[in-house]
């Protein structure tokens, strides 16, 4: 599987909801203390000159060793407590105080998947969004990208939990497509990030499914699972990654701002997974006694411009090389042994089989977690 870290580079700045947000009582004092503690977790993600020692990093996180693991529980730990304070913001409708108060907290997030980031030699840009639901946004955003890099990190190891763990990503994406941020459009820009538009998570959300799907493949390789279905698997990830390009299109309209290096990532992950499903397809036929077809899907798979024209880090284009040359080896091999043993006539190409695909990846839902203080109002001086 090839990788792409870039979303979960986000960062933020400091917000103290209890300086913005006046407390009536002890207790909303406290709610906001501790709104603003767990949301401190959150600034020290990808914040190395505030980094906490590992021992005591584990203290906190109960034994959890892995970083990621620990990033992600921070997450978890601030979600439903961001979750609960909007709720209550909400309640107070569009209060002059109360807009005024989200301003004040000066809501700041980086944008990794934006053009312009790569391009500032000063350092990350910080947009602000004077909305609570950008704020819910970017940690959701920042969430499904922990998700989605935790279940890399455990591929090798746990290709069941890996797939889990992409197929939560893709659910968290789709949450954020559909719920949270479709209400920010009115305060979002073409030129905003790119981490608080629909149509990105959207795109995120198909990129987890056909990451999930490639875990589920590996697992069926290990199993020795038949060619002809491992093709169809492997074009089944090449369809989620079609669809993730389509979204991609429409965020691009929707967002001008947006980098190419995730259309890059999709490009090259589609171009491989083609290549691969054809490989197991040239090995069904010739399983099936048709040569002649299994060298036509090979010499097809090879002329195929996809994987030509395919952009991306070095390491990528590496990969897809490689699976190129292995096609190559394997077409060589057929055509030797055709020569000598079959003797089959290689058909046109309208006569050759079509890829099929089978995907098996579903998201899991997202579900907000309820705060046990939840239905305690809070008492704001506005």
Same mark, same amino acid.
């Given at each position: 599987?090839?990788? @792409? ?11 103290? @909801? ?11 004092? /406290? ?12 600034? *020290?993600? %990808? ?19 892995? =970083?990621?693991? =620990? ?32 301003? %004040? ?5 980086? +944008?990794?998947? +934006? ?7 000063? &350092? ?12 819910? &946004?970017?940690? *959701?955003? @920042? ?18 939990? #890996? ?44 990129? !987890?499914?056909? /990451? ?27 369809? *989620? ?26 490009? !090259? #992950? ?6 691969? #499903?054809?490989?197991?397809?040239? =090995? ?27 952009? &991306? ?38 006569? *050759? ?17 309820? !705060?046990?203080?939840? &239905? ?7």
């Amino acid at each position: 599987m090839l990788q @792409f870290k870039d979303p979960t580079k986000l960062r933020t700045k400091k917000i103290v @909801f209890e300086a913005v947000y006046g407390a009536q009582d002890s207790s909303t004092l /406290e709610r906001l203390k501790e709104l603003s503690s767990k949301r401190v977790s959150v600034e *020290l993600i %990808n914040n190395k000159h505030k980094a906490i020692p590992d021992a005591t990093a584990r203290e906190i996180s109960a034994g959890i060793t892995s =970083q990621c693991e =620990q990033d992600i529980q921070k997450l978890e730990q601030y979600l439903p407590l961001l979750e609960n304070f909007i709720h209550h913001i909400d309640f107070l409708g569009s209060d002059p105080g109360v807009i005024r108060a989200t301003s %004040n907290l000066k809501i700041r997030w980086t +944008s990794p998947l +934006s053009s312009s980031c790569s391009l500032n030699i000063m &350092g990350p840009k910080f947009y602000q969004i004077d909305n609570l639901r950008f704020e819910l &946004g970017s940690v *959701l955003f @920042f969430y499904g990208s922990m998700l989605r890099e935790r279940a890399s990190q455990v591929l090798a190891t746990d290709l069941v939990q #890996s797939a889990t763990l992409f197929r939560k990503a893709a659910g968290v994406y789709l949450y954020l497509a559909h719920d949270v941020l479709p209400s920010l459009k009115a305060k979002h820009t073409a030129h905003g990030p790119p981490e608080a538009t629909p149509s990105v998570s959207t795109v995120m959300s198909l990129i !987890c499914l056909a /990451e999930a799907q490639v875990a589920t493949i590996i697992k069926a390789e290990e199993k020795g699972t038949a060619d002809g279905l491992l093709s169809k698997l492997h074009y089944g990830a090449v369809q *989620l990654f079609d669809e993730a390009m389509d979204s991609y299109t429409t965020a691009a309209k929707e967002c001008k701002d947006i980098s190419t290096g995730l259309m890059d990532y999709i490009s !090259c #992950s589609k171009a491989l997974h083609m290549l691969r #499903s054809y490989k197991y397809m040239a =090995q069904s036929v010739k399983t099936e006694g048709q040569m002649g077809a299994a060298i036509g899907v090979l010499k097809q798979a090879l002329s195929c411009k996809l994987q030509k024209n395919v952009r &991306g880090m070095e390491s990528w284009r590496t990969v897809i090389k490689q699976e190129v040359n292995t096609l190559t080896d394997l077409l060589r091999k057929y055509e030797h042994e055709n020569d000598f043993v079959w003797n089959e006539k290689v058909p046109y190409d309208d006569r *050759l089989p079509l890829l099929q695909g089978k995907k098996l990846a579903t998201s899991i839902p997202y579900s907000p977690a309820i !705060c046990e203080k939840a &239905g305690k109002p809070l008492k704001l001086k506005i």
